[in-house]
Structures are given as C-alpha cells and as structure tokens.
C-alpha cells in the first residue's frame, strides 16, 4: 500500500510541475512555462544546468543532458527527452453555422471570408492573416504543412544551433487558408473550406455549403459574406488574395476619397521587426495590417477600432467597404496637437499635404517611423515620417463613435435633429439623400453651374459652385485649417478655385 501511494504521490507531483510520462521520457504541451528542475528528480538542495534550451513553442523531442549539483558540490549526470507537443488547435468562430445552408443572390457580390468572425488559439492569441487561394493551392498548401507537422514531432534536437537552424527552415504558420469554388454567376450548390494553421502545424479544418440561386428566384435567409449582409470582424485581418488580386490602382497621383497616396521607391522603409509596439494598441493595431491595401485614412480609423480608442456603433456614413473610414480631413478635429518632443508611439501624425497635393495621416511607430497607408498600390508600410509638407502630430483619447461625430458634425451649419449633415439644396428636383463624404444627390440632371454647397465650420463657412462634384471632405479641411489659423481665406480661396470650386459671394 505504501508502495502504490509513493507512485501516486510522484504522478500528482509531476502533473503539477507540467511534465508527464514515465521517468525517461517527459511530454509538455506547446507554451508551457519549462523548468527544468520539475522534469528531472532532484532531491532537496540540488540544482540542475544544461546546455540545451527547450523551446516550447517549437515541437519535438529534446534530447536534454543535465547537470545535478548536490549540496557538497558532487556532480552527477542524467538524461532524459522532453517531447513539447501541441494538442490545442486553433478555434474559428463563425457568424452563421455550418450545418445550415444559406443562399446567394444570382449575380451577388460574396466574400468568402465574410462569415468568419474570429480566428483563436489559446496560447498564440488572435490569428490575423488570411490567404485566399485555389482548391488545388489549397490542398497542396494542406498537404506540405501535414507532412511538415510530422516531421517536426520526430525532430531530435541536441544542441541550441540545431534548434535556431530548424527555426530558420521552418515553414510559415499562424495564419488561415480559405478556398471556395462559388460562382454566383450559376446556381448550384457550392462549398467554402477554411483551414487554420496554428504555430504547432497543427490544421483546423471547417466546411459548409452555400447555394447560389437561379436568375429570377426567391432566397432565404442570406449567406454571410453577400454584400449588404453583417460580416465578421475577420475582414479587418490582413487578406491575402491570390484568386482574384484587386485590380492594379490607378496613378500614384490620382488620389481617391480624399486619401493620399504616397509614392515608396523603398527609401527611409524599415521592417515591422524593428518597431516596438509594447504599451500602445493603436500602433499594434496599425503594425498588423502592414502589407494590406489600405488608404491612409481606413488605416488609422481601423488602428483606432482595433487599439480600442473607438467603441461603440459606428453611423453608416463611416463604413467604407470592409472598413471604417472617419476621412482623412476630419481626422484633426478627433484630438490635440502636440509637440514632437511630446510624441509617443500610437500618436497620430497629419501631414497638410502628403506629398500630391492633399492631406495624409498616419500612426507614429517612434524613431522618426510611422506607419503609412495609400503608398504604391495602396499598401501599408513603415517609413519615415518626413514625407510631404512634413509631421504634426496629435493625440487621439478613447471615446465612443457618438463622440466622433460630435465632433466632426456638431458646428455644421445644416446640423438637423437626426444628425445629418445635409448642404443647401436650391434645386427642388433635385433630391437629397444626406450623408457628408459626398455630394448627396446626382449631379447627372443638374445645369451647369447648378451644384451648390454651404460649408460651415465656427464662424467659418463658405458656399461654393461648382461644374464638378464637389469633395466636402477637401473643403472641410481647408476650413479647419482657416480655423486653426494654419492658412489665410486668401489661401483657402486659391486652393478651392485650383480645385474647380467657385465661392459664390
């Protein structure tokens, strides 16, 4: 009976300490903290080194040669192998679930990643980069991560450069593959798989269906991922596409719904290995989508979300596609402008022009780095911040989207009881729809001359006409800056009338 119990006595000991299996070999699961004194048995007033570094977040079996030291300084050896192994795949959490079939419009515009909402492991945390492919790169992608995931559980390691040398050779993993043979364009019924490759090369696999109706018939409940349906945060993941590549953007000088590209011929570009982004969430938030096709403004609005500084229900007009888009020329009025000495990293920086004549905004990442979207084909990158006219930075505090506009819409001359910016109409067949980020009504059945708006910031305002749609987003910032005392209404006049605008007296 004493036997049995002194058995037992040592199980519970060595599951307490992380470590299991007989006393030869021990097995520990991928992250776990690694003593070394709980794998070996050493008795009271012993120590133990050796000269091999167990790495639990890298499986396979650590062939460990220790050192016991006793209390009189007697030395003595002992092996054993410490197999670290990952038993915990990584979760995805979906919008809709996968034993329902849901429909598609024929002819509608889906997203695949639309139905994902959260992709998570236990030890490793949120896993943000996604690729869609092909079935046949799909199962080829598949395929070489099995046979990678085997070879790494019969891995013997010996020494620490036999382990950095294995690092180095490793294949890619922390992130999500998702293939689908949908085609909107014929009804039937289809399938979207999605495979999740955590750190330990372990795959979660999920499938479900979803049917594409004919022209003309009825659907039911839609499938998340149809434009127009509540799509899941995954979107705001760094998305690979390498099915259907976005189309190549247009010039470098062509800007785009107020946000500047920037032109990156790779100088002053650092890697996202060199910034430190310990303590501040907006610049992790902003590091994560480097390498995405971002504008600069969708940047930073999604840093923001992402960091936590913006929560609660954000107004329609801030959705931008898969993005929250507060516009690059509101962003001033969301903080303070502070000094450069005063600039931490997570602060935001607004450039009066970026570099093509319009303004820019990114995230400080320190040591005279940011981070920038809308360079070359929209990308994220990290680069200097000496771009353009130059940095001036501002502070961003938490708050709540019902702050933002606020903010941005509570000095507007046409601000109504429902919280829509809506500019003078003088035309009675022309109808307004609201919104603030263009011109709310169709310029296609108007006269010449005939497009009118009144802008109006403080005691600042200005009523413009114009043959052209007019950008607001443009005009509101020349007013802020009128209000800032940045630029003279001289100033402002020649910058609207090099735009097309007429200010009407």
Same mark, same amino acid.
């Given at each position: 009976?004493?036997?049995?119990?002194?058995?037992?006595?040592?199980?519970?000991?060595?599951?307490?300490?992380?470590?299991?299996?007989?006393?030869?070999?021990?097995? &520990?699961?991928?992250?776990?903290?690694?003593?070394?004194?709980?794998?070996?048995?050493?008795?009271?007033?012993?120590?133990?080194?050796?000269?091999?570094? /167990?790495?639990?977040?890298?499986?396979?079996?650590?062939?460990?040669?220790?050192?016991?030291?006793?209390?009189?300084?007697?030395?003595?050896?002992?092996?054993?192998?410490?197999?670290?192994?990952?038993?915990? =795949?990584?979760?995805?959490?979906?919008?809709?679930?996968?034993?329902?079939?849901?429909?598609?419009?024929?002819?509608?515009?889906?997203?695949?990643?639309?139905?994902?909402?959260?992709?998570?492991?236990?030890?490793?945390?949120?896993?943000?980069? %996604?690729?869609?492919?092909?079935?046949?790169?799909?199962? =080829?992608?598949?395929?070489?991560?099995?046979?990678?995931?085997?070879?790494?559980?019969? +891995?013997?390691?010996?020494?620490?450069? +036999?382990?950095?040398?294995?690092?180095?050779?490793?294949?890619?993993?922390?992130?999500?593959?998702?293939?689908?043979?949908?085609?909107?364009?014929?009804?039937?019924?289809?399938? /979207?798989? %999605?495979?999740?490759?955590?750190?330990?090369?372990?795959?979660?696999?999920?499938?479900?269906?979803?049917?594409?109706?004919?022209?003309?018939?009825?659907?039911?409940?839609?499938?998340?991922?149809?434009?127009?349906?509540? &799509?899941?945060?995954?979107? *705001?993941?760094?998305?690979?596409? =390498?099915?259907?590549?976005? #189309?190549?953007?247009?010039?470098?000088?062509?800007?785009?719904?107020?946000?500047?590209?920037? +032109?990156?011929?790779?100088?002053?570009?650092?890697?996202?290995?060199?910034?430190?982004?310990?303590?501040?969430?907006?610049? +992790?938030?902003?590091?994560?989508?480097?390498?995405?096709?971002?504008?600069?403004?969708?940047?930073?609005?999604?840093?923001?979300?992402?960091?936590?500084?913006?929560?609660?229900?954000?107004?329609?007009?801030?959705?931008?596609?898969?993005?929250?888009?507060?516009?690059?020329?509101? &962003?001033?009025?969301?903080?303070?402008?502070?000094?450069?000495?005063?600039? /931490?990293?997570?602060?935001?920086?607004?450039?009066?022009?970026?570099?093509?004549?319009?303004?820019? /905004?990114?995230?400080?990442?320190?040591?005279?780095?940011?981070?920038?979207?809308?360079?070359?084909?929209?990308?994220?990158?990290?680069?200097?911040?000496?771009?353009?006219?130059?940095?001036?930075?501002?502070?961003?505090?938490?708050?709540?989207?019902?702050?933002?506009?606020?903010? %941005?819409?509570?000095?507007?001359?046409?601000?109504?009881?429902?919280?829509?910016?809506?500019?003078?109409?003088?035309?009675?067949? #022309?109808?307004?729809?609201?919104?603030?980020?263009?011109?709310?009504?169709?310029? *296609?059945?108007?006269?010449?001359?005939?497009?009118?708006?009144?802008?109006?910031?403080?005691?600042?305002?200005?009523?413009?006409?114009?043959?052209?749609?007019?950008?607001?987003?443009?005009?509101?910032?020349?007013?802020?800056?009128?209000?800032?005392?940045?630029?003279?209404?001289?100033?402002?006049?020649?910058?609207?009338?090099? =735009?097309?605008?007429?200010?009407?007296?």
């Amino acid at each position: 009976m004493r036997c049995k119990l002194s058995v037992f006595t040592i199980f519970v000991l060595l599951l307490m300490a992380g470590c299991s299996g007989n006393p030869i070999d021990v097995t &520990m699961e991928y992250g776990t903290e690694i003593k070394l004194e709980n794998c070996f048995d050493l008795k009271e007033g012993e120590s133990i080194t050796s000269d091999l570094s /167990v790495d639990s977040k890298q499986i396979g079996i650590y062939d460990v040669k220790a050192t016991i030291t006793g209390k009189n300084q007697a030395k003595r050896e002992e092996k054993k192998k410490i197999t670290i192994e990952d038993t915990k =795949k990584a979760k995805v959490e979906l919008m809709q679930p996968t034993e329902v079939i849901y429909d598609i419009p024929y002819k509608a515009s889906y997203n695949p990643v639309g139905n994902i909402n959260a992709i998570k492991d236990e030890v490793d945390g949120e896993y943000k980069e %996604i690729d869609i492919v092909s079935k046949d790169e799909y199962d =080829k992608e598949i395929k070489a991560i099995n046979e990678f995931r085997s070879k790494q559980q019969k +891995q013997i390691y010996t020494s620490n450069e +036999q382990i950095m040398d294995n690092k180095e050779k490793r294949l890619r993993s922390g992130y999500t593959l998702v293939t689908s043979d949908v085609n909107t364009k014929k009804a039937g019924l289809y399938t /979207v798989r %999605i495979s999740v490759i955590d750190k330990g090369y372990n795959v979660t696999e999920m499938r479900y269906k979803v049917k594409v109706k004919d022209k003309g018939e009825s659907t039911g409940e839609l499938a998340v991922g149809v434009e127009g349906t509540k &799509m899941g945060k995954a979107l *705001s993941y760094k998305i690979n596409d =390498k099915v259907n590549p976005s #189309a190549k953007s247009k010039s470098d000088k062509t800007l785009s719904n107020g946000a500047q590209r920037q +032109q990156n011929n790779g100088a002053g570009t650092v890697s996202k290995g060199t910034i430190d982004a310990k303590g501040s969430p907006v610049l +992790q938030a902003a590091l994560n989508y480097v390498g995405s096709h971002m504008m600069c403004d969708e940047l930073v609005t999604m840093a923001l979300v992402d960091g936590g500084y913006l929560s609660g229900t954000p107004d329609p007009i801030f959705k931008d596609g898969n993005h929250y888009n507060i516009g690059v020329y509101q &962003m001033s009025k969301l903080g303070n402008f502070i000094s450069e000495s005063e600039a /931490v990293p997570g602060d935001l920086i607004l450039y009066n022009d970026g570099g093509y004549g319009s303004m820019h /905004v990114a995230v400080y990442a320190g040591n005279a780095q940011a981070v920038h979207g809308g360079f070359n084909g929209e990308n994220v990158v990290i680069h200097s911040v000496n771009i353009g006219s130059g940095p001036r930075y501002f502070r961003v505090s938490p708050m709540t989207w019902d702050d933002v506009y606020k903010k %941005i819409f509570s000095n507007a001359s046409n601000f109504d009881s429902e919280n829509t910016i809506r500019p003078n109409n003088p035309n009675p067949s #022309a109808p307004s729809t609201g919104g603030s980020n263009n011109i709310p009504w169709d310029e *296609s059945d108007w006269e010449e001359g005939n497009v009118i708006c009144t802008f109006r910031i403080n005691d600042v305002s200005v009523t413009l006409t114009s043959t052209t749609p007019i950008d607001e987003n443009y005009v509101y910032a020349q007013l802020a800056l009128v209000d800032e005392g940045q630029i003279s209404v001289d100033e402002m006049a020649a910058n609207l009338a090099a =735009k097309g605008y007429t200010i009407m007296e």
